[in-house]
């Protein structure tokens, strides 16, 4: 049968008004559910009707996923906040800048203000075939058509390719790993928290999707524990165009410095890998080192060890062990006087 | 680093005021213009924004392969769902129709161009069919409900590939377009058009292909030549000779307004409704297109989001809408989605080029042999290729020069000319290598451009059979562009400055020449003087976003000495009557009909000067006409140009247009034959003589910053310093100037298309994989300036300007970047992360600059 694109298919919505019935909704629903934050991700799947839900439940009703709390040990930001209210937010900016740097960085001012960062955590991966809708092996095929003798692949993985070699595309989840950030996750039996790097999983554990959540399941929330408010950070993301693009790399880190030693460190980047790597390796590496270019040079070469690059995405390796490298050792500024 | 940063670090000083259009009252002068207001507050009707009473929807199915033939279609599940109301096939549409030319001689129609539907597509994305429903839902419903069986065949992405002996042909009968020779003319006759180009096959040899080393384009014979003057001897006293190869990236139009197309029969005409560059020199395309007669087409196109060459006369997919509705007898609305308009809304094609290039040690050019060939899509050919050996040639003005190139056909979306079609590649091409030599020659850049540069009566191309000599452009005057820009650039104080690197950033500076032709001539101009003392122009241009549609009248109106409050302009539908008038494509439309804005306002005037010596006495040279009035030189009797208006009627004949000058064309004397008793009616020809070809200029000046530790680059600040003889309106001459900079920096930028060769198919089908420049990507406070200096050969002195721009914003940008890294960077455009960092990585380039489309 014939294929047409960009034209949104007809679906059943349902505007659920509270998290409990949004999960009862997606319990009874099953896999013909499709979950909608801000529908930035979505409405490409749905207009190019190579995803097509029976349903859409529409979390935009729901009070209690949105605004950003101050809890017991830091901040509680439901999923339903916007990109634009992270950034703007006073508290994230003063004592997490790391996370505001990050969705500052998202696609455009007109995507900010619509996507959540719920939904930006949990985005699909933007790898040409698979959204041209190719029957791939992240479709359910037994094909990677980017990883062939021909396959164009500049955007691709360069570590932990598991046959599937798309990456993952968010910007804000690196800054939430080096953040020990917790996700509060709803299912029919409570409410189950998990570490931010667990959130993400890669084609060895799941090819057909890039996070943890299974039908029926509702990320509500994101915690950010105070035990990195004020570290010393680092954001870096690095895009072809300044604005509505995704990072061809990105890195976050969150670092305690004393008396110029690194004693505590989290580090991660996106772009590289099917989920956002936290390099705990490099974290064992400098802890009690020097924060110095030094430092930041040895960790960036350690960073892209085992690194196996594409036909076209080689460029990724020199890139990932300059950003691991700055995320540590700084940058080296121009000091332009005009 | 954050967008804000991004901001701040590109605020270069404020460029000085400059007035322009001095001495006159409203030439040169900025003005709300008639449109203004409606566009600002979304009030504009483009084509999707109208409705009609029982209006239907129609979708279009898309051939999912590269090359195939339909072997069955089943369209009964469609048909049979409710709301689903015709199906319409490429068998229906009606037979290509020949056109007649104004002297009366016939073009056959080319039965191999493309059409809007087809059963055997030529490339990913081309419509086969179209649905017309109740809605959009239900139509794209139902075309998911259409099987269709293909015979997939042969298809080929690279022009090399096809080239390569044995390799594959685009199409059935080969890769390449052959024109026959016109046969010779009849005694007394006009000499007739040469016979449709037929399809043939080229082919190079192993050997053209072993000769050619790595990262070097093969040269196999092409069909394509010309040259003047003698290589040899400047190859061999040169002081440097450099043998280049570049490629330049296949580019989307990406118009924000795709080519929806809305339409309906009326007592036999047929009503359509779509965007277009041009207004009423799009009539006679539709009407070719549906093998109509032209008086039965009405086009509405108010206003247009965008062209760039991509709708010049619309697009042919309109006849979709048109004849589903003639099918169904309802209006049919064909809105085209991103998706569709990426495949059928027209695309740049790539050059591969390869330039030899002997300098003297002063750095003149003094032999140039280039070689070209561009990846054309399946249908007609565009002219980009031997466009590109025309605009190196006056570019650059070398002494001896031989240009070869061939057009390829391939399995991709159908190109057509873009701003500056094949001068944006050949100076993308040229202009690396002039920087290069700069280095080598320890000149400094803008001094090597200096003593290249065309001036005055500049010899363009090769020797004409006609008169056996080289033809010359009417004026240039891109040195003073040239030396005025470097100077408000500062040019020599950033070349001086150092370090050059500070910390992970390098800046380099780059600058570029520019040019491209502007400016055709011999077309009509049409104006009212109405019994209420207006005046009204009829205006046949396409209100393209140039806003030429009114600002060639401000020329009118300066020789009326009419304020400008009294004038009227009359845009964007056919059955207003207007007159023959340019295509706005070519950067011709400021030429063309500021002379014929000219040429009519000079009859008006003529007419009220014999009106008013019939009404009051005297002699016609007695009277002048100023401020709203036609009267005695020196003081006395006059008249209103309201009551020469009720007089002309009075008169009628040839004051109120009922006897049109013999020299009109036929389409301006049926219009003023509508208009006819309104008022006093002008209609001129364009008659003024002009020595030469019509060119117009720029000098480009780029800062880039790059971060050699990710590739990433800025480009900090940019200045465009434009000779297109006198300036009109200035804010839209710096729209024109600064946007189409911008259309040019995009290809280095990041803009491309993405290919997987194995299945022949575009992966870059979004935005955000195709990557046009956002207005982020470019420095805010970008400059523009313009010299203001009359071109010799027109009355009014102003020159076209929407494409000499985009050269120039290409390569400003290539030569500061290589300025910056190099000359061991890049070798193909675009130029971003992944190419620097790897070059930068192995010390050499690293990108094979043949191997595109990644």
């Known amino acids: ?338 | 680093m954050s967008e804000e940063s991004v901001k701040k670090e590109s605020q270069p000083a404020k460029a000085p005021e400059r007035v322009y259009g001095v001495g006159h009252k409203l030439i040169g002068k900025d003005y709300p213009t008639p449109d203004l207001y409606a566009k600002v507050t979304g009030l504009a009707k483009y084509a999707e924004d109208y409705h009609a009473d029982g209006m239907l929807f129609c979708k279009l199915l898309l051939s999912p392969l590269p090359h195939a033939r339909v072997k069955h279609i089943d369209t009964r599940a469609a048909l049979a769902m409710p709301g689903v109301k015709a199906i319409l096939m490429a068998d229906e549409l009606p037979p290509p129709a020949d056109s007649l030319t104004d002297n009366g001689t016939v073009i056959k129609a080319n039965l191999k161009s493309e059409r809007a539907l087809t059963m055997e597509p030529l490339y990913q994305g081309e419509p086969i069919l179209a649905v017309a429903a109740v809605d959009e839902l239900t139509a794209a419903e139902a075309i998911e409900q259409i099987r269709i069986d293909f015979e997939p065949l042969p298809f080929v992405i690279d022009p090399l590939e096809t080239l390569r002996p044995g390799g594959p042909n685009p199409r059935l009968e080969g890769n390449i377009w052959v024109q026959a020779p016109a046969p010779s003319a009849a005694p007394g006759a006009p000499p007739p058009n040469p016979p449709p180009p037929t399809i043939g096959e080229l082919k190079w040899t192993k050997e053209d292909f072993a000769n050619a080393k790595e990262g070097q384009l093969p040269m196999g014979k092409v069909p394509g030549e010309w040259s003047y003057g003698d290589l040899d001897p400047g190859f061999k006293n040169a002081a440097l000779v450099l043998d280049e190869t570049f490629v330049t990236p296949d580019t989307s139009h990406q118009t924000l307004e795709t080519r929806t197309a809305m339409a309906y029969w009326q007592n036999g005409k047929v009503h359509v409704f779509t965007g277009t560059q041009s207004t009423a020199q799009t009539v006679p395309a539709i009407a070719r297109w549906l093998n109509i007669d032209p008086s039965n087409v009405v086009l509405i196109s108010e206003y247009t989001g965008g062209g760039f060459g991509s709708k010049i006369t619309g697009g042919v997919t309109l006849v979709i809408p048109a004849l589903l509705s003639k099918k169904v007898n309802a209006p049919v609305m064909m809105r085209i989605s991103r998706e569709e308009e990426t495949f059928i809304g027209r695309a740049r094609p790539s050059l591969m080029g390869r330039m030899k290039v002997g300098f003297s040690k002063e750095g003149r050019v003094i032999a140039l042999d280039m070689f070209v060939i561009s990846n054309n899509g399946p249908y007609d050919a565009n002219g980009d290729v031997p466009s590109s050996g025309r605009i190196v040639s006056l570019l650059y003005q070398c002494e001896a020069m031989r240009w070869r190139g061939a057009t390829i056909l391939t399995n991709t979306p159908p190109r057509s000319a873009q701003s500056s079609p094949g001068g944006m590649q050949g100076i993308a091409i040229m202009e690396p290598i002039i920087a290069k030599a700069a280095r080598k020659l320890g000149l400094d850049q803008v001094a090597i451009r200096r003593i290249n540069c065309p001036e005055g009566k500049a010899p363009v191309g090769p020797v004409m059979k006609s008169d056996g000599k080289r033809p010359h452009a009417t004026s240039a005057f891109l040195k003073e562009a040239l030396d005025r820009g470097a100077e408000q650039f500062k040019w020599n104080e950033r070349v001086a400055r150092t370090p050059k690197r500070s910390g992970t950033k390098v800046r380099g500076v780059g600058v570029s020449l520019s040019c491209y032709v502007g400016g055709s001539i011999g077309f009509d101009g049409l104006l009212v003087i109405t019994p209420e003392g207006r005046v009204r122009f009829q205006s046949g241009i396409g209100n393209l976003g140039t806003e030429a549609v009114m600002d060639v009248h401000r020329a009118g109106a300066e020789v009326l000495g009419v304020p400008w409050e009294k004038c009227d302009i009359t845009w964007g539908d056919t059955a207003k009557n207007f007159p023959y008038t340019c295509v706005s494509g070519g950067s011709q439309t400021t030429h063309a009909m500021t002379r014929a804005a000219y040429a009519t306002a000079m009859d008006a005037k003529k007419k009220l000067q014999e009106i008013a010596a019939k009404s009051l006495g005297g002699k016609p040279e007695n009277y002048e006409v100023a401020n709203e009035r036609v009267f005695r030189k020196g003081g006395g009797a006059g008249m209103t140009l309201g009551q020469a208006a009720a007089k002309a009627i009075q008169l009628g004949g040839v004051y109120d247009g009922h006897e049109p000058s013999a020299d009109l064309n036929k389409l301006t004397k049926a219009s003023m034959a509508a208009l006819a008793g309104q008022g006093l009616i002008a209609a001129a020809k364009d008659n003024y003589p002009r020595d030469g070809q019509t060119y117009s200029y720029v000098a480009s000046f780029a800062e880039v910053e790059v971060d050699v530790e990710t590739g990433k680059y800025y480009i900090v600040d940019f200045l465009a310093y434009a000779d297109v003889g006198s300036v009109i309106h200035p804010r839209a001459l710096g729209g024109q100037v600064l946007g189409r900079s911008v259309l040019g920096m995009g290809h280095t930028l990041g803009q491309k298309w993405v290919y997987d060769p194995h299945y022949g198919a575009m992966l870059s089908t979004r935005f955000y994989q195709n990557k046009p420049p956002t207005i982020l990507d470019v420095p805010v406070n970008m400059q523009w300036a313009a010299l203001d200096i009359p071109d010799p050969e027109t009355p009014v002195g102003a020159r076209g300007v929407g494409e000499p721009p985009v050269g120039g914003g290409c390569a400003s940008i290539l030569n500061a970047l290589s300025d910056a890294l190099g000359d061991e960077i890049f070798r193909r455009a675009p130029v971003n992360a992944d190419t620097i960092l790897t070059s930068l990585e192995a010390g050499r380039p690293m990108q094979h600059p043949l191997m595109a489309h990644i």
């Not at chain 1, 998290?19 to 559910?33: E, F, H, P, T, Y």
């Not at chain 1, 003063?94 to 007109?110: G, H, I, N, R, Y």
């Not at chain 1, 029957?135 to 598991?162: Q, S």
């Not at chain 1, 080192?289 to 960036?300: S, W, Y």
């Open chain 1, 1 to 338: 049968m014939a294929v047409i694109r960009d034209v949104m298919p007809a679906f059943e919505l349902l505007q659920p008004s509270s998290i409990v019935d949004a999960q009862k909704l997606l319990q009874q629903q099953g896999r013909d559910a499709w979950v909608l934050a801000g529908g930035m991700d979505s409405f490409d799947w749905l207009k190019d009707r190579i995803k097509k839900p029976k349903v859409v439940v529409d979390l935009s009703g729901i009070a209690e996923l949105k605004g950003i709390r101050a809890t017991s040990d830091g901040i509680e930001i439901g999923a339903m906040t916007t990109l634009t209210e992270v950034v703007q937010h006073p508290v994230i900016k003063e004592k997490f800048k790391v996370l505001a740097e990050s969705a500052e960085l998202v696609a455009s001012p007109q995507i900010r203000n619509q996507g959540t960062l719920g939904g930006n955590v949990s985005q699909d991966a933007r790898c040409w075939y698979y959204r041209a809708g190719w029957p791939c092996y992240r479709a359910d095929g037994n094909i990677c058509y980017a990883d062939t003798p021909e396959g164009r692949n500049r955007e691709h993985a360069i570590l932990h390719a598991e046959r599937c070699v798309a990456v993952n595309p968010s910007d804000t989840a690196p800054a939430l790993i080096a953040l020990d950030a917790k996700f509060v996750i709803r299912t029919s039996k409570g409410e189950r928290v998990i570490d931010a790097e667990d959130y993400f999983v890669g084609p060895d554990i799941d090819i057909t999707s890039l996070h943890v959540l299974k039908p029926g399941e509702l990320l509500t929330a994101i915690r950010i524990p105070s035990a990195w408010a004020g570290a010393q950070f680092y954001f870096e993301k690095v895009r072809d165009r300044n604005v509505w693009d995704f990072p061809l790399l990105n890195v976050a880190s969150a670092m305690v410095v004393s008396n110029g030693t690194i004693e505590r460190i989290r580090i991660a980047v996106n772009g590289a890998a099917a989920r956002p790597l936290r390099l705990k390796a490099v974290e064992d590496a400098v802890r009690g080192k020097a924060a110095n270019a030094a430092t930041g040079t040895m960790a960036g070469k350690l960073a892209v060890e085992g690194a196996v690059p594409l036909q076209f995405n080689a460029y990724k390796i020199p890139l990932m062990r300059n950003l691991v490298k700055r995320a540590i050792g700084g940058v080296e500024e121009a000091t332009w006087t005009s």
